[in-house]
């Protein structure tokens, strides 16, 4: 069996090679988080616009079709009034502005 014998030099090279290796690697991480932060985001805009866009023509649709066909005055109420309801609702909690979206700092924490 043969040993290894490295110098000094040598140990300090190879050690300088690994801390590289990880300083490389941890950045490439960092790279890829914040490039999937951002296409999470992005997805998600479009992801609410195709919703908002849905519900909408679905609320003018079931509209349309109770003021054409239905002459019950109390049932036209109805079918204008809760979208109404339900879009005051959800207007008054985005422009109060209660949730938080804010990145984390490394550990989890907030500043």
């Known amino acids: 069996m043969t040993t290894i014998s490295l110098t000094p030099v040598e140990v300090m090279a190879g050690l300088g090679v690994?801390?590289?290796?990880l300083i490389v690697w941890r950045a490439g991480a960092r790279r890829a988080r914040a490039a999937a932060d951002a296409a999470?985001?992005?997805a998600r805009l479009?992801?609410?616009a195709g919703r908002v866009l849905f519900n909408a023509a679905l609320i003018v649709a079931v509209q349309w079709?109770?003021?054409t066909y239905q002459s019950d005055r109390w049932l036209t109420l109805a079918v204008l009034g809760l979208p109404a309801l339900f879009a005051s609702y959800a207007l008054t909690r985005a422009l109060t502005g209660t949730a938080v979206d804010?990145?984390?700092r490394r550990g989890g924490g907030r500043r």
């Open 46 to 48: 479009m992801s609410l």
């Open 65 to 67: 079709v109770v003021i």
């Open 18 to 21: 690994l801390l590289a290796l």
């Open 40 to 42: 999470r985001s992005g």
């Open 102 to 104: 804010t990145p984390r």
